[in-house]
């Protein structure tokens, strides 16, 4: 491989990897505004997974279309959530619930992610096949997976 290639494809590397790695944030007032946009994420979640656990424990009447419309959502505001938790807020005294850990531990907290996504996609099937029975089970996982992220990575 030619010298200018290797450096080109070192340099590409380095960038890429920079950029799946936290930042700390830099001020205050930038801790501030990264917390505040990452709970705009997981206010979305929860108000998408509201109407989903009602629907699932007969509170709110079964509707394959909503479920289907909050699975889709979920689904990408879950494939935000690296994007909105890069900055480390850690060393600021933001009020905030998020531990820690989200930056000690990027690789846990990406596999609670990527199950995240994986669950509401099988939501969104689930949705389509227009059996209850299916949608529950699947609303169930989603469930699961946001539970076992608060459990690790969340101050309750």
């Known amino acids: 491989m030619k010298l200018f290639t290797k450096v080109a494809l070192a340099s590409v590397i380095t960038v890429l990897a ?3 790695m936290a930042n700390s944030a830099k001020s205050m007032k930038h801790a501030q505004k990264a917390t505040d946009l990452r ?3 997981f ?3 929860s108000s998408n997974m509201g109407p989903l656990g009602g629907m699932a424990r ?3 009447p079964f509707d394959a279309e909503k479920v289907g419309k909050h ?3 979920i689904n990408q505001l879950s494939k935000m959530i690296a994007d909105y938790t890069r900055t480390d ?3 600021h005294k933001v009020e905030t619930e998020a531990l820690d850990k989200i930056w000690s531990q990027p690789d846990d907290f990406a596999k609670r992610i990527k199950d995240l996504t ?3 996609a099988n939501l969104q099937k689930a949705a389509l096949s227009g059996k209850e ?3 529950k089970k699947a609303i169930g996982g989603v469930g699961k997976t946001c539970g076992g992220c608060h459990d690790d990575f969340k101050a309750e």
């Open 71 to 73: 699975a889709l959502r």
């Open 18 to 20: 920079a950029g799946a």
């Open 89 to 91: 807020t850690s060393a």
């Open 133 to 135: 029975g299916l949608m």
């Open 118 to 120: 994986k669950a509401s």
């Open 39 to 41: 709970q705009s994420i």
């Open 58 to 60: 007969g509170k709110i």
């Open 43 to 45: 206010s979305l979640l």
